[in-house]
């Protein structure tokens, strides 16, 4: 019993560091399609076929469509994720999970300031190729909607799943963050405001950061002596 414990436990940490590195790699890779002064045929080929054939202006899809997809974008908005943010930490603070409480805090606040860092690295304008249905003023690369999205989702999800009763549930609540992180993102290209390749980065270093700050916890948690920290396997 205690060797099968620790071979699952043994392959959560694997299988989050596979995909730290995955996201790293993938992240450096789409850093130099940003860099290129040249639009990438990938990106001006996803945003003109989210429009009706020589009308920029005009996204495809029925007329309710676009109401719906700024609904979904809105869940990657900064006043939501505060608020979700702020919401699960006091909650966590209130339950005594002081730990859990400063890991959502650190995770979600360290990968603001590392998207806005990696913004002003990479300095990458908005698209113009097509008109924009949604206000923004920050710069394209990544993405931050995708990025914190994957942040803030994939980090309460995971402390939620973490108490679940059974792995189906557990797989349940991590797919449905999942989902929604994916959502935010893909709403990002239809409202024209993100070349697709700032999509694909927001959620890269979203989730290698999120597993990351996982990692470290897991490994804090052991150092001070602790059994385990109460999230559930990647």
């Known amino acids: 019993m205690v060797r099968q414990l620790w071979k699952r436990a043994e392959f959560s940490v694997l ?6 590195a995955f996201g790293l790699w993938s992240f450096q890779e789409l850093a130099e399609v940003a860099l290129d002064s040249t639009a990438h045929d990938f990106d001006t080929g996803i945003l003109l076929a989210l429009r009706e054939p020589g009308r920029p202006d005009d996204p495809i899809g029925p007329a309710w469509l676009e109401g719906a997809v700024r609904d979904i974008t809105s869940l990657g908005s900064m006043a939501v994720l505060v608020l979700l ?8 603070m209130m339950i005594r999970r002081r730990f859990e409480a400063a890991l959502v805090l ?21 698209p113009e ?22 942040v803030v989702y994939l980090t309460l999800g995971s402390l939620l799943a973490g ?17 929604v992180t994916l959502m935010v993102g893909a709403s990002r290209a239809y409202l024209g405001v993100h070349w697709p390749s700032d999509i694909l980065a927001g959620w890269s270093i979203g989730f290698a950061w ?25």
């Open 106 to 126: 650190f995770t979600v606040g360290g990968g603001q300031v590392l998207s806005s860092l990696l913004k002003l690295g990479i300095d990458r304008p908005r």
């Open 85 to 92: 943010t702020a919401g699960a930490a006091i909650y966590l």
């Open 210 to 234: 999120a597993m990351a700050c996982w990692l470290a916890a897991r490994l804090l948690f052991r150092g001070r002596g602790k059994a385990d920290i109460s999230l559930p396997n990647p």
């Open 129 to 150: 190729l097509v008109s924009h249905l949604a206000d923004v003023q920050t710069l394209s690369f990544p993405s931050g909607h995708a990025m914190l999205s994957a």
């Open 163 to 179: 108490h679940a009763a059974s792995r189906a549930v557990r797989i349940f609540i991590i797919g449905a963050a999942v989902l």
């Open 15 to 20: 299988l989050a560091g596979a995909i730290v």
